[in-house]
């Protein structure tokens, strides 16, 4: 394939592709008998995005689930209209719940709010289902009286013959917005599950991590083994010789560990286990929600990477301001001062607990909220290159569009100089990933014959 008309580093130039790979970059270049040729109207081609933080299968199920808290849900009012304007619904599945819409709700809440149709909510942690009592009755696993049930998702899913989610349609859509790989963060993950994601979230560069039962496991072409996923609470974390020993290991399986980390607690613990274990490279930290200097200067003294979410901070900042106390909110979501430090910072979603465009999640790292540490922004080239880190290391330098780099391309609407202006306002025309044209919104290819 022959991409022509296309910007490359500040320049107009062309670009072959031949066998899932970059074959050569030129102005010069004559299209080959029979070779396809996409004119790229003189767009930005750039590489394809990763996006370092992920739940495929959750994210596929929020596609058809119904929104049920900020922004698009702000009260209880709106709740409960948006609650039974879903009514024929067989069941409710509602995401993205959180207490600043209608308090701690439960299952009388929705029972005498909601309609008379089994209800699930999903707090926009992820971590707890509330559901109503014809849910209850019909699921008829053990959830506790109040309809609240935390960290059940494997028992729900076993006891309600619930199967994976079909992944086709979230594909698509990550296509659409020039993603060409992910990395799935699910702690549970086991080989089942890294055998589903490989065979059926395609065509995508794949990092999957998850639990000790993808030790061992050999990567293929299109799928390899992250590192071990530990995720602490808050409210019940582990001791730290046990976390230490979890990490030491994951190392002595010679695979990386990613902690997540949004509390000032669970920093401190898992900074120290690590300190304790020894570093592995590629350890990362997920998310940083919340990381004061002397957090900043251990991660850098450590060498650790920071995989975090630019666009919660503007999701999320009514939450914030109402909930976080004043003094601690200049360490939320930090990303100036990491890459200042000299830290490998990358990207990633969280979805379906956070927006999956990582556009607007780049617009939300160059121009942050007023009230919410603006210093913390920074600038359109920093902002895109979170989500250009290679798959296997996110804290390295990001990739390139050059000669015997897989293509894993997208192509711009804009002249990067006027996408990086406003990247909330820009459309990706095409996408490639290795090579195979998976998202074409410009159709205009056409088989080329040495007659053209």
């Keep these: 394939m022959l991409i022509t008309n296309v910007e490359i580093d500040g320049a107009l130039s062309r670009l072959r592709i031949a066998k899932s790979t970059i074959k050569s970059i030129a102005c010069d270049l004559e299209a080959h008998e029979g070779e396809v040729v996409v004119d790229g109207h003189g767009g930005a081609l750039v590489p394809g995005l990763h996006d370092h933080h992920i739940h495929l299968n959750a994210s596929a199920a929020a596609l058809n689930s119904v929104k049920c808290g900020p922004p698009s849900v702000r009260g209880a009012e709106q709740l409960i209209d948006v609650l ?16 600043s819409v209608a308090g701690e709700i439960d299952r009388d809440w929705l029972d005498q709010n909601g309609p008379n149709v089994p209800i699930r909510l999903q707090h926009r942690g992820g971590r707890m289902w509330i559901f109503n009592s014809r849910a209850m009755d019909q699921l008829k696993i053990e959830i506790p009286a109040d309809g609240r049930l935390v960290d059940g998702d494997k028992i729900l899913r076993g006891s309600s013959g619930t199967q994976r989610p079909d992944l086709g349609a979230l594909i698509k859509k990550l296509h659409s917005f020039g993603i060409t790989g992910v990395t799935e963060v699910t702690p549970e993950n086991d080989l089942a599950d890294f055998d589903h994601y490989r065979e059926f979230a395609q065509p995508l560069n794949l990092t999957i991590m998850g639990g000790d039962g993808l030790n061992g496991v050999k990567d293929s072409e299109c799928a390899r083994v992250g590192p071990l996923k530990i995720h602490n609470h808050d409210h019940n974390l582990p001791p730290l010789a046990e976390l230490t020993s979890t990490i030491a290991r994951a190392h002595d399986a010679d695979r990386a560990v990613a902690i997540h980390c949004v509390t000032r607690a669970e920093m401190m613990l898992s900074l120290a286990a690590i300190e304790d274990a020894g570093v592995h490279s590629g350890d ?9 200097e002397n957090m900043i200067e251990l991660i850098a003294k450590l060498g650790l990477t920071i995989v975090t ?7 999320r900042q009514v939450a914030y301001l109402n909930d976080v106390e004043e003094y601690e909110r200049p360490h939320l979501w930090r990303l100036k001062s990491f890459i200042d430090a000299g830290i490998g910072v990358a990207g990633g979603s969280d979805a379906p607990f956070g927006g999956i465009d990582p556009w607007k999640a780049m617009a939300s790292a160059v121009q942050r909220p007023a009230l919410l540490s603006p210093a913390e922004a920074i600038n359109a080239q920093s902002a895109f290159d979170l989500y250009t880190k290679p798959a296997g290391d996110a804290g390295a330098a990001p990739r390139k569009v050059a000669v015997g780099e897989p293509a894993d391309l997208c192509l711009l609407d804009k002249k990067w100089k006027d996408a990086a202006r406003n990247f909330a306002d820009l459309n990706v025309m095409a996408t490639w990933v290795k090579g195979e044209l998976v998202y074409d919104n410009i159709s205009s290819t056409r088989p080329h014959s040495a007659a053209v």
């Design 84 to 99: 039974h304007a879903n009514a024929g619904s067989e069941w409710i599945r509602g995401i993205g719940y959180h207490p």
């Design 309 to 315: 979410q630019p666009h919660f901070i503007t999701e």
């Design 284 to 292: 990362r930290i997920e998310h940083a929600a919340i990381a004061d």
